[in-house]
C-alpha cells in the first residue's frame, strides 16, 4: 500500500462514525482460507484464530462474540441495529452479501449453519 493509499484510508476512516469504524477496524485484513472438507463456506482468520465464517449457499455469516459484546456495551447499540451494522459494513469491507449474521463465541469450522 502507497502512501497516498494510506492517506485516503485514514480519511475514509475519520469520517466514519465510531461504531463503523469498529466494524471497519475489525474486519479488515482478515486472513482468507478455503478446506475442500466444506467447499461451501470460506473461513476468516485473525492472528491465527477462526474469527469469521460465512456459508456461501446459505449467505449465513457468522461472527466473533466479542465484536458483538463490545457494540452492545460501548457503543450501546441493540441486537437488530448490530444487525444492521453488520450487514451493511460486511458487504463492503468483505464483498459478500449476507442474508442472516450472528455471533457465536466459540466458532468452528464444522458447525452446521445452512437452511
Known amino acids: 500500500m502507497d502512501k497516498i493509499d ?3 484510508e485514514k480519511i475514509k476512516l475519520a469520517r466514519m462514525k465510531p461504531e463503523d469504524r469498529f466494524i471497519y477496524k475489525s474486519f ?3 486472513n482468507i482460507e478455503y478446506d475442500d472438507k466444506y467447499p461451501d463456506m470460506i473461513f476468516y482468520f485473525k492472528n491465527n484464530k ?3 465464517k460465512y456459508n456461501i449457499k446459505s449467505k449465513y455469516f457468522i461472527y ?3 465484536i458483538f459484546k463490545k457494540l452492545t456495551y460501548e457503543y450501546n447499540m441493540d441486537y437488530y441495529m448490530i444487525q444492521n451494522k ?4 460486511i458487504l463492503h469491507i468483505l464483498n459478500i452479501k449476507i442474508i442472516y449474521n450472528f455471533f457465536s463465541k466459540i466458532i468452528l ?6 437452511c
Request: glycine letters at 0%; charged letters at 30%.
Open 28 to 30: 479488515s485484513k482478515l
Open 50 to 52: 477462526l474469527f469469521a
Open 64 to 66: 466473533n462474540y466479542k
Open 6 to 8: 494510506k492517506d485516503i
Open 109 to 114: 469450522k464444522n458447525d452446521n449453519f445452512s
Open 86 to 89: 453488520i450487514n451493511e459494513n
